[in-house]
């Protein structure tokens, strides 16, 4: 179950999903960049609550513990679901990439507009966990868009009358979905130390 062989076999069965979720989180980002007034009242309201949050968590008496605990389990999550959640034909894995698609991208965006260094943006504030966060949400929303599919391909063979080859593929996708499932979370794991300790100390110094 925790095959790091099978992991890579199924992100290569997966390509053509794993090159949709990337196009997506881009556009996300490219709308995100636009900072348009429809895009400021999605993503204002998603930065504000983690701002909130931020703020609670640096006062504790163990910050970065507090951060790990948050990240962690907030991805880690998120991940898992928008994999299952993609049965209902994918559409909140796609939303989901859109949306933080956008808040990377207006979040630079405002960076820039306020004079700030992008560069310390982003090689502090992102590269350090986002190299790893990243790619790990956008693989666990792949496998939510194919769910999606193999969901809608399911529900038409039911129809037309070829059940066993329906549930033939609903059972690979179970499997391999399961192991996902296991690397996502180890992942993110890895993301959330990483976000806790050494992204959390470059921003504050």
Known sequence: MLS???FGAHL???QTYLWIALLLFVVGFGLGMINAEFIQHIVVGQLQG???VSGKLAQSASPELSFFVFIFFNNAIKGVLMIYLGILAGVIPVFFLLVNGMVLGYLIEVQSAHGNSIMDLVLKGLLPH???E???????SAFGIKFGMVSLRGLGRQISGQKESGSREWSAFAKASLNVSLWIVI?????AIIESTLTFHLVRG
């Open 187 to 191: 992942l993110l794991f890895i993301a």
């Open 134 to 140: 990243i790619p790990a949400i956008i693989i666990a």
């Open 50 to 52: 983690l701002q909130e």
């Open 130 to 132: 986002g190299i790893i």
């Open 12 to 14: 290569k069965n997966s």
């Open 4 to 6: 790091l062989r099978q």
